[in-house]
C-alpha cells in the first residue's frame, strides 16, 4: 500500500512575529524553523504503519514550499519516510487553506494512496482546513483530531479526542485520511545512522504551477499583534526583587498566604 | 442578511456551546436559523426555523451524513454564513461544507471586523483578517469568544431527514481518563508549561506548589510530553479550574490552556518571552526565567 504524510515548515512560536512588507503575514526573517509540531505525530504515525506493513508498503513525504522546507522532508526521511516530494513555491503563505488542499490533492490524485496523514492544523495558521478538504477533494473517508490509530485488514480504527477528554471512537475503509492530535505517539529523534541513510533518498522537486489549479476563496487583508487589553501589571527586573513584590502581591492580592 | 447555525449534541445533550453561535448571530446581524442532529427532548430555547434531524437515526458524530443533512439544509435556507463552533465537531465538517460548495472559510473567528473576520494565528500570539472572497461563507468561531445567549421562546421545528449512507463508522465514546487528583477542588494551582525545559525540572515547580498549600498543574505539551501525568493537564481535553490563585511557569497560553484556567481570581504568569498570550489574561506577568524565579520564590516562601 501507498502512504502519503502531509508536513509543513513553520517557525518556532517562540519567535518575535513581525508583520511582512504587505502587513499581510509574518516576516520571515530572523526566524528559526522547524516541522509543525502537528505533523511530527502524522509522521511517526505514518512510519509506525510503514513498518507494520513492511516491504509491501511505501511511505512519501510531501511538503510545499520554499527550499528550506527540504530540511524538514529530510528530517522526515530521517524518522523512516521512503521517499520525499517537495513542492517548490516561494510564496506558499499566500495561497489560501482552499490552494493548498487542491495542490496537495492534485498531487495525490494520479497516485493511489491507501492512506494520508497530515497534522490537524499547523501550529502558524491553525486553520484545520487542509487536511480535511484534500479528502473531500480525492472523496477519501476522513477522520479529524487522532489520539489514537490501528490499522488492520484495510480498516482504520481512529480514536478522536473531543472536548472534556473524552475520545469518540470510529472505523473508517480506506482509501482514507486522518489529521493527528498532539500527544498520538511519541515521535522519535532521527538517529545518525538513519540521518545518514537518508541522505541517499530521493526528493522529487515539483513546480507548483504544475498543480496550481484554483483561485483563492479567503483573503488576508491584515496580520497584527492583539490588543493589549492592558489589566495586568509587567513585572522585570533581577529575580531577588521580582520575588519580594510577587509575595506582597500574593499577600495582598489572595488570602492564600496566611 | 441570514446565518445558519449548526447546533453541538453529545451523549444524549444539547451542548451548552450552542448558545454561543447566537451570541455570534446576534453581533452579526439578520435572520437565524439553526440546524441540529439532536433530539426533540432537548431543544435549543429560540425563537425561529430550527431543522431538527433525529441523531438516534443519523448519529452523533458522522460527518459523511451530517454533511448531506447541512447541504441540503443550505439548498434551501440559502443563508449568508453557515456558522459552526470550532471544536471537534465543527472543525471536522466545516471544510466539508466549504469544500463541497466551494466557498470560503474563516476558522476560529474571535471577533467581527468591518472588514472581515479577525481569528487566532502563530498558536494565539498574534491576529489575521481574513476576507471571504465568496458571497456564501463558512465560518469556525472560537469558544469562548462569544458570548452564550439564550434568546428564549420556542423554536418552529422542522423536522429534517436524508441519507444515511456513510463510510464511517462511529462504534462509541470511551470516558475521561478521571483518576488521579481533582485540580477543580485546589484553591492554589501551580502549573508547568513547556517554558520549565524538561522533566527534571517538574519538582522545581512542584515545590512552589506545596509551599502555596497547592496542587500541581500542567499545559498540554507537558502531559503529551509525559513529564507529568494527565491527570494534572489543564485545558480545554483537561480539567477546567477556578482556584483563588493560578501560578502559569513557562506556559505559553494556547487558547485551549486559558480556556481551562482564565476563570481563576488571581492569575501570576512567570514567563520569559514578555510577548506571551498567557499575559493577556495574567494579572501580573512576571518577565523572569522559569528556573531562577520559581526556586528563588519558593525559597521565600518556605524561610
Redesign the interface.
Known amino acids: 500500500m501507498k502512504l502519503l504524510v502531509c508536513i509543513k515548515q513553520v517557525?518556532d512560536?517562540?519567535s518575535?512575529?513581525k508583520p511582512n512588507s504587505a502587513g499581510t503575514w509574518?516576516s520571515d526573517s530572523d526566524l528559526a524553523w522547524r516541522m509543525n509540531e502537528y505533523d511530527e505525530y502524522a509522521v511517526e504515525q505514518a512510519v509506525r504503519l510503514r513498518e507494520q506493513l513492511g516491504d509491501s508498503s511505501e511511505l512519501t513525504v510531501l511538503s510545499i514550499g520554499p527550499d528550506r522546507v527540504v530540511e524538514s522532508i529530510k528530517k522526515s526521511l530521517a524518522m523512516g519516510c521512503d521517499r520525499g516530494v517537495h513542492i517548490q513555491d516561494p510564496a506558499i503563505h499566500e495561497k489560501?487553506?482552499?490552494q493548498v488542499?487542491g495542490i496537495i490533492a492534485a498531487y495525490a490524485k494520479e497516485q493511489g494512496f491507501g492512506l494520508i496523514f497530515t497534522g490537524?492544523?499547523s501550529?502558524?495558521?491553525?486553520?484545520?482546513?487542509v487536511g480535511?478538504?484534500v479528502a473531500?477533494?480525492l472523496q477519501y473517508?476522513?477522520?479529524?483530531?487522532l489520539v489514537g490509530f490501528a490499522f488492520d485488514n484495510g480498516v482504520v480504527t481512529a480514536?478522536?479526542?473531543?472536548?472534556?477528554?473524552?475520545?469518540?471512537?470510529?472505523?473508517?475503509?480506506i482509501p482514507a485520511l486522518v489529521t493527528c492530535q498532539?500527544?498520538l505517539n511519541?515521535p522519535r529523534y532521527p538517529t545518525l545512522p538513519n540521518i545518514m541513510k537518508a541522505k541517499k533518498k530521493e526528493i522529487t522537486p515539483i513546480a507548483v504551477a504544475d498543480l496550481l489549479k484554483e483561485?483563492?476563496?479567503?483573503?488576508?487583508?491584515?496580520?497584527?499583534?492583539?490588543t493589549?487589553?492592558g489589566?495586568?501589571?509587567?513585572?522585570?527586573g533581577d529575580?531577588?526583587g521580582?520575588?519580594?513584590k510577587?509575595?506582597g502581591?500574593?499577600k495582598e492580592?489572595?488570602?492564600?498566604?496566611r | 442578511m441570514k446565518t445558519l447555525l449548526v447546533g453541538e449534541y453529545r451523549e444524549g445533550k444539547l451542548l451548552n456551546s450552542t448558545y454561543e453561535l447566537f451570541g455570534f448571530a446576534s453581533q452579526f446581524g439578520g435572520e437565524t436559523a439553526m440546524l441540529l442532529v439532536g433530539s426533540d427532548a432537548q431543544l435549543p430555547a429560540f425563537d425561529g426555523t430550527l431543522y431538527l434531524a433525529d441523531a438516534a437515526i443519523y448519529g452523533e458524530y458522522n460527518p459523511d451524513v451530517h454533511k448531506k443533512l447541512i447541504l441540503q439544509v443550505i439548498d434551501k435556507e440559502q443563508p449568508d454564513a453557515v456558522v459552526f463552533i470550532h471544536s471537534s465537531y465543527g472543525w471536522d465538517l466545516a471544510p466539508r461544507i466549504a469544500a463541497n460548495l466551494k466557498i470560503g472559510q474563516v476558522s476560529e473567528v474571535v471577533a467581527i471586523t468591518g472588514i472581515g473576520f479577525e481569528t487566532c494565528c502563530c498558536n494565539g500570539k498574534m491576529r489575521r483578517t481574513v476576507k471571504p472572497a465568496t458571497g456564501r461563507t463558512v465560518l469556525t468561531i472560537q469558544a469562548g469568544a462569544f458570548p452564550a445567549v439564550q434568546p428564549g421562546g420556542i423554536p418552529n421545528v422542522l423536522k429534517t431527514v436524508g441519507d444515511t449512507a456513510s463510510a464511517l463508522n462511529f462504534t462509541g465514546y470511551e470516558p475521561a481518563d478521571k483518576k488521579g487528583i481533582d485540580l477543580a477542588k485546589a484553591d492554589v494551582i501551580v502549573s508547568a508549561g513547556r517554558g520549565v525545559g524538561k522533566k527534571d525540572n517538574i519538582p522545581v515547580i512542584a515545590a512552589l506548589a506545596k509551599a502555596l498549600g497547592g496542587e500541581l498543574g500542567a499545559s498540554r505539551p507537558v502531559v503529551d510530553a509525559e513529564w507529568v501525568t494527565h491527570d494534572h493537564q489543564v485545558g480545554t481535553t483537561g480539567q477546567t479550574v477556578s482556584p483563588k490563585l493560578y501560578v502559569a511557569c513557562g506556559v505559553s497560553g494556547a487558547i485551549q490552556h486559558l480556556a481551562g484556567m482564565k476563570k481563576s481570581d488571581f492569575i501570576i504568569a512567570v514567563n520569559k518571552d514578555k510577548d506571551a498570550p498567557i499575559g493577556e489574561i495574567a494579572d501580573v506577568l512576571v518577565v523572569a526565567d522559569v528556573m531562577q524565579f520559581v526556586p528563588a520564590l519558593t525559597a521565600a516562601l518556605t524561610r
Open positions: 517557525p512560536m517562540e518575535r512575529f509574518y489560501d487553506p482552499w488542499a490537524m492544523q501550529q502558524d495558521r491553525g486553520s484545520a482546513q480535511v478538504t473531500e477533494l473517508a476522513c477522520a479529524t483530531t480514536k478522536r479526542e473531543l472536548e472534556g477528554g473524552i475520545k469518540g471512537v470510529v472505523k473508517l475503509p498532539l500527544g511519541v483561485a483563492p476563496l479567503v483573503q488576508t487583508t491584515s496580520f497584527h499583534p492583539p493589549k487589553k489589566a495586568g501589571i509587567v513585572l522585570e529575580v531577588n521580582l520575588v519580594e510577587v509575595i502581591i500574593i492580592k489572595t488570602a492564600v498566604l
